[in-house]
């Protein structure tokens, strides 16, 4: 059964403890991250959602959604340490346990073309992917571990992406920084064990973005074996198993279509 989440302090002080603990998602005001938070929610898991903008005057869709059903929407900046901790900090004032965190928030920024960069561009941009990718996860883990350790199961899940395999000639600082999320699922499972499970999933081509045109669809989709756009389910029922499976830590699940067999 759904619960809803209030933000006056005296209910919420007793929704802390009588209601089940919820799950963080990072990024969830669009797309992959808004789809997990209401299936979640549809099996009356609370939720804790973050996002990054919101136009005063215009609620997100997403967001809206979200709120309409009781949902904490926590703004948060992982852009840079100071940004992250802010949030931390918002964060144990809304609740002190969680059921697990889903770090889904990223950025998909690629390199300039070489000669074209403004001076340090290059550097801002591998910084703030290193910043988003990896620094957050890394301090709100550390951050919140105790908050986890009050839930049991507990799990942390990191959203990576399977393009860490191969690298990528257009996107090098954002196959980078992945890959060492993927790595931070190695080591926090070790820290954390027994009593938080640490895993990753790599998802390829989930959802075109609008923007993407024909051309680039058809050579995508050509890229996996099985040759289709999946859509969010795909990474929601990856997340699910992740959730419910007892015996299964320090793994990150590939959800890519057979892209490797091609
Ligand atoms: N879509 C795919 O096909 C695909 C493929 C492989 C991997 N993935 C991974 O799956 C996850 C979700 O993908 P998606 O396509 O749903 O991503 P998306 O639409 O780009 O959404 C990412 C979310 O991250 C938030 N975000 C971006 N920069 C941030 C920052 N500096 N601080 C805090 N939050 C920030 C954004 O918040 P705002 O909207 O509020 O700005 C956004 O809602 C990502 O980790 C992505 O790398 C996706």
Redesign the pocket.
């Known amino acids: 059964m759904l619960r809803r989440w209030t933000h006056s302090p005296r209910l919420r002080e007793s929704s802390m403890s009588a209601s089940p603990a919820p799950i963080l998602i990072?990024?969830?005001?669009?797309?992959?991250?808004?789809?997990c938070a209401e299936r979640l929610l549809d099996e009356g898991q609370p939720v804790i959602a973050?996002?990054?903008?919101?136009r005063p005057g215009h609620e997100?869709p997403g967001l809206a959604r979200l709120r309409e059903r009781g949902v904490p929407t926590l703004q948060?900046?992982?852009?840079d340490e100071a940004?992250i901790l802010a949030f931390i900090g918002r964060l144990k004032e809304h609740t002190d346990r969680l059921r697990a965190i889903v770090?889904?928030?990223?950025?998909?920024l690629g390199e300039t073309t070489p000669g074209e960069a403004t001076p340090g561009e290059e550097a801002r941009i591998f910084q703030?992917l290193f910043?988003?990718?990896m620094l957050?996860p890394y301090l709100i883990n550390l951050h919140c571990a105790e908050l986890l350790e009050r839930s049991s199961p507990a799990d942390i899940v990191h959203?990576?992406?399977?393009?860490t395999r191969k690298g990528s000639a257009r996107h090098i600082a954002y196959s980078a920084s992945?890959a060492g999320l993927d790595n931070l699922t190695l080591s926090f499972a070790a820290r954390l064990a027994p009593r938080v499970k640490v895993n990753g999933?790599?998802?390829?081509?989930?959802?075109?973005?609008p923007e993407d045109d024909a051309e680039y669809r058809a050579r995508t989709l050509a890229k996996s074996a099985l040759g289709i756009e999946p859509g969010?389910e795909a990474?929601y029922l990856g997340l699910r198993y992740l959730l419910d499976n007892p015996y299964v830590t320090g793994t990150t699940l590939t959800v890519n279509g057979g892209r490797h067999l091609k």
Not at 26 to 35: E, K, M, N, P, V
Not at 76 to 79: G, L, V
Not at 201 to 209: N, V
């Open positions: 990072t990024g969830a005001s669009q797309r992959i991250g808004l789809y973050t996002f990054r903008y919101e997100r948060a900046d992982f852009a940004g770090h889904n928030a990223s950025e998909w703030r910043n988003v990718h957050a959203i990576g992406d399977d393009v992945k999933i790599a998802p390829a081509l989930i959802l075109f973005k969010a990474v």
